[in-house]
């Protein structure tokens, strides 16, 4: 005979394998809310302790997830270690960043109205809060008149950083707005924080691979790079951190900590305040770009590698284009003790910023209204990464490997030794689709078998069929 508790548990371990079975079909998928408890008890007649245990189960098992006072999530399944992309060697003495060509085709062709955007690291245009920009825009130029128009000079406007220091609290930052400058986007903030530490001829850290943007502004100001690798699971490898801090002269280090572009991964913690210690130690000054941090898929946003110091290591740079919209061009810098240089580089490199973006920000923010769109968009999201990377999965050649991140919108594939993604994204192009070719990541045009999708836009039929038309071209190779 089993006891009442033992029928309890049986009675919820199916209640959980059915909902399992809902997720793994599909009918719920990752971002999707889950039936409340109170629902599931009353529709499924089962209690409302069994509902809760099943969840329970659910959440062990790894498919949901609790949120407060909001119920049940799917989370984003975790990947077996052998769909995910493998490290790759890179090379251990600084180079000087190559590879310039092929980056302004690509990047001409994907702003190119009618490409089926695979290479744009941006939201569909449906994603845009555009409603609300456009009513908040007209009142706040209606009620500042001219001075909307007038130059917001460094270190922009105070109520923006009234409302950027109360959120810089949900990164771990505790900063007063006056230890705020607001810039022209992140990759502004990034500029100033690297001129402020460096001059032509220094050596600098970056991360492999990394954002391209960031190789061409670090080949631009004359400067030397080591390249640090990435984990897809766990960022940046800070063991190669500290050899490279042990043996070259770097001057700065430049990090993104939290959903990086391409690789989607977050450093946990633990590694964070590893690096942070490390930089410390060597004398190093840490950029961080954050911009995607705001974009995770679970409840809880992960820390800013700022949270992790106390002092002057770390510079914190991020903007609203990936979570709000990019044309805002609203960004900001945490300098610490360099902010007087940054103000006066700011001055010198592009001025000010435009005046009724950062009242509009500022005016969203404090409605509340970032967070709720906020709210929104991380679903959709963690839903069109998670289709779109099955849709991948399902008609390129089986060797491909695709990460699964858990936060911002970006996949990053790799292709078996041999592979070519630059002839691969060329190739698409003239099939009037953009992706991008790993090369464009590497300062030494390595991770020619990798290439970066873009999943800011849904998959329906078109970028469906644009999927089938890449996993051709790739087998083709
Ligand atoms: C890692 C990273 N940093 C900076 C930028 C540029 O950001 P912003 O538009 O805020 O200047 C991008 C844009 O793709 C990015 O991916």
Redesign the pocket.
Known sequence: MKSRIQQEALVYHRVADRIEGLITAGTFRPGDRLPSVRSLSRDWRVSVTTAVGAYSLLEDRGFVEPRSRSGYYVRARRLSPERLPRQIEVEGDPVEVGCAEITEKIMDASATPGIVPFGA?VPADEILPSARLALLYSSVVRSAGAMAHQYSMPPGLQGLRVELAKRLLGSGITVSPEEIIATS????A?LLAVKSVCEAGDVVAVESPT?F??LSMVRELGLKVVEIPVFADRGVCTRALEEAFTTHPVKACIL?PNYH?PVGSVMPDVEKKRAVALAKRHGVTLIE?D?YGDLHFSEKRPLSLKAFDPGDTVIHCG?Y?KSLA?GLRV?WIVPGKRHHRIKSLKYATSLANATASEMVVAEFLKSGGVERHLRKVRRIYARQTHEIREAILGSFPAGIRVTQPEGGFLLWCQMPDGFDAEAFALAALKRKISVVPGTLFSASCGLRNFFRISCGFPLDDRSRRAIGILAKLAEGQ
């Open positions: 690291a986007g992140a990759i502004d990034v954002y943007g960031i993104q572009n770009d911009l903007s284009s990019p960004g």
